[in-house]
């Protein structure tokens, strides 16, 4: 199994530009979710989605669109980049919302100039 | 969710063990302490989690008091490469979302 994977590793945008972070996991999860990470700061939840078809809002989600059109992918999508969204951003999964122990992806980095 | 305080750093010998502390005292009895670590730049790795009775795996051990009120995550013989960020989290185990709530976290420097 590879796991959690998300893409870009790395991601540079403008202002106003919009863009989707990928993420996949192939251990056939219901729980998915979407973290983002600021220097010195703890994880917050952006939003999260307990099956497919499911979605619901976490912490910060203003800024930020997902949809689950499958088990497999829970993309994040930014519709218009603003510098506040400069942030390091995890996606997780895990077999469903009771679930013990979450597993995390590597990350995308993302730059807003 | 029960908020967590935890110290923003601490320092351990390679060898020794490392004792994490961690206050929740507003925990409800539905609640489990959970405990994840994020290693530089990588994703956060869950290590172990408790609701009343210490538990222990291949990793760690977890120390939770009689009242529930803290908790203390053991390394038991620490590591260079046990240097990172370690998350106390306190969350219901049947919490309509599932999520996880992140604090700041404890930064642990493992020295030879």
């Known amino acids: 199994n590879a796991g959690v994977t998300q893409t870009p590793k790395f991601q540079v945008l403008k202002t106003g530009q919009s863009m989707t972070l990928q993420c996949a996991q192939d251990?056939?999860?219901?729980?998915m979710s979407w973290y983002r990470q600021d220097p010195g700061m703890g994880l917050r939840l952006i939003h999260y989605s307990v099956g497919a078809g499911i979605t619901d809002q976490g912490e910060v989600p203003n800024g930020y669109n997902v949809s689950r059109s499958t088990t497999e992918d829970f993309p994040l999508r930014l519709l218009s980049a603003a510098p506040s969204q400069t942030s390091v951003y995890f996606c997780?999964?895990?077999?469903?919302?009771?679930?013990?122990?979450?597993?995390f992806g590597p990350g995308t980095r993302l730059t807003v100039t | 969710d029960a908020k967590t305080t935890q110290p923003p750093s601490m320092d351990c010998a390679e060898g020794r063990a490392a004792n994490l502390p961690c206050n929740h005292s507003t925990i409800s009895g539905n609640e489990y302490v959970y405990w994840y670590r994020q290693i530089h730049s990588q994703g956060p790795q869950y290590i172990i989690h408790?609701?009343?009775n210490n538990e222990t795996n291949e990793m760690a051990s977890l120390i939770i008091t009689e009242d529930r009120k803290s908790s203390t995550l053991i390394l038991p013989h620490a590591t260079l490469r046990d240097t990172a960020v370690y998350y106390c989290?306190?969350?219901?185990?049947?919490?309509?979302?599932?999520?996880?709530?992140f604090g700041q976290g404890t930064e642990l420097s493992v020295k030879p």
């Open positions: 997780a999964s895990s077999p469903d919302r009771v679930a013990y122990e979450q597993y």
């Open positions: 251990m056939n999860h219901e729980y």
């Open positions: 989290i306190v969350r219901p185990a049947y919490n309509q979302g599932g999520k996880l709530i």
């Open positions: 408790g609701l009343k």
